[in-house]
């Protein structure tokens, strides 16, 4: 068994989007009053407030303030829940010695979703239907599978969403044989053992002169103003048609190698960690990250395996006699073996040394417990 996200586009009312903005605003104070009480708590009298005990009083809170009523009272409880997640998030980043970063209070605009954890939803092929809020109309695009979870609602640009998370059972696929190793790149997006080279579609890049020059007509606008917000949600539109077509690729790519292999090999990349230098733009836009997690998760769902690896000299390292040093890379895309003379294109000599470190581990899959993508290991459906 496996999680899946399952997204629809929702058509509210107007009444019903009245609704749904209303909630947005009522779960947004109650996330900056709960963060106020505990920062306020520990300043003056050194006491820790519990995610617990602030959900205690939530009764009190619907007592006082009628109108928290007509919110479901487990979308309140998540709110509460998300905060003390958050809160501890910051307190691990604090003992790991990382950038801690307080949890922050959220402004008008950046609270979009609320999510119905347990019960209060259920949905049909033409509506969804939602506690406090009534029967929306959806888009049932696909039938949803497996025994639905949790229902999340988000306002994406002025658009409203709902994401059903639901656990499926696997559907391994049949074997293939075949094993590969990936090496991923900014020229090209990806290189296989196999001399497969993908070419990377470069979407922010191409889309880099329409944002330019919405985010030079949105600096023109005075702040508040209903231009101001119109050129604003014209450029939020922009970036995430590039998301979406970033998401796209990468689940079309994912697809193609878990479909034709039975092994995935590739680098164990810090991606946070460069996307900060030189090349910063063209990693981000390639996104490395959310690629290797997606290969990842359709892994656990058809059986297959991935194996993130030590990406330390793999392009320095001969593919054939092994030796290692900085000269065998004599330029971007040749790799001459200064030992054994052997030639090839960089990429690929990398992406062989990737599937060569990968085959070790094959044989210890089944003892192996599935990780996090930005962690070195092994993922596996089986």
């Known amino acids: 068994m496996h999680l899946k996200t399952f997204r629809y586009r929702l058509r509210p009312t107007k009444a019903q989007e009245a609704t749904l903005t209303e909630q947005l605003r009522l779960c947004r104070n109650l996330y900056n009053a709960a963060l106020q009480e505990r920062r306020d708590a520990y300043r003056k009298a050194k006491k820790t407030v519990t995610g617990y005990d602030q959900m205690k009083s939530l009764t009190e809170i619907k007592a006082a303030l009628p109108e928290y009523a007509g919110v479901y009272s487990q ?15 910051f307190f691990r980043r604090v003992k790991a010695g990382q950038t801690p970063g307080y949890p922050r209070f959220k402004g008008a605009g950046w609270y979009d979703s609320i999510c119905y954890p347990q019960s209060g939803f259920s949905v049909s092929e033409k509506a969804a239907f939602f506690s406090k809020i009534g ?8 039938p949803l599978e497996g025994k639905v979870k949790t229902a999340t609602i988000t306002r994406d640009c002025g658009e409203w969403y709902v994401n059903y998370v639901c656990e499926v059972e696997s559907a391994p696929l049949p074997a293939t044989g075949n094993q590969v ?37 949105l600096s023109r606008k005075k702040r508040s103003s209903n231009r101001h917000r119109k050129a604003k949600a014209a450029v939020a539109k922009l970036h995430r048609k590039v998301a979406r077509q970033r998401l796209d690729f990468h689940h079309k790519t994912a ?17 946070s960690g460069m996307g900060k230098g030189n090349l910063a733009r ?69 992406a062989l ?8 581990s094959v044989g210890n899959v089944d003892q192996q417990v599935m990780r996090s993508p930005r962690s070195p290991g092994i993922y596996s459906g089986e």
């Open 282 to 350: 063209s990693i981000h836009d390639v996104g490395w990250g959310q690629f290797f997690s997606l290969l990842s998760f359709k892994a656990a769902s058809a059986g297959r395996t991935v194996i993130a690896v030590d990406p330390r000299y793999t392009s320095q390292a001969c593919s054939q006699c092994g030796h290692t040093c900085r000269e065998n890379r004599v330029s971007q895309s040749r790799f001459v073996c200064q030992s054994c003379g052997h030639t090839a294109n960089a990429d690929l000599n990398a």
């Open 181 to 217: 190793g990936v090496d991923v790149g900014t020229t090209y997006f990806c290189i296989t053992s196999d001399g497969e080279f993908v070419e990377n579609p470069r979407h922010f890049q191409r889309s880099m002169k329409a944002l330019r020059v919405g985010q030079r007509s």
């Open 75 to 89: 979308v309140l409880q998540d709110v509460i829940k998300r905060l003390d997640k958050a809160f501890k998030a």
């Open 135 to 142: 029967n929306i109309r959806i888009r049932l695009h696909r």
């Open 255 to 271: 697809a193609k190698l878990i479909r034709e292999n039975d092994l995935v090999a590739h680098e164990n990349l810090n991606v």
């Open 353 to 360: 040394n990737i599937l060569a470190r990968a085959l070790p």
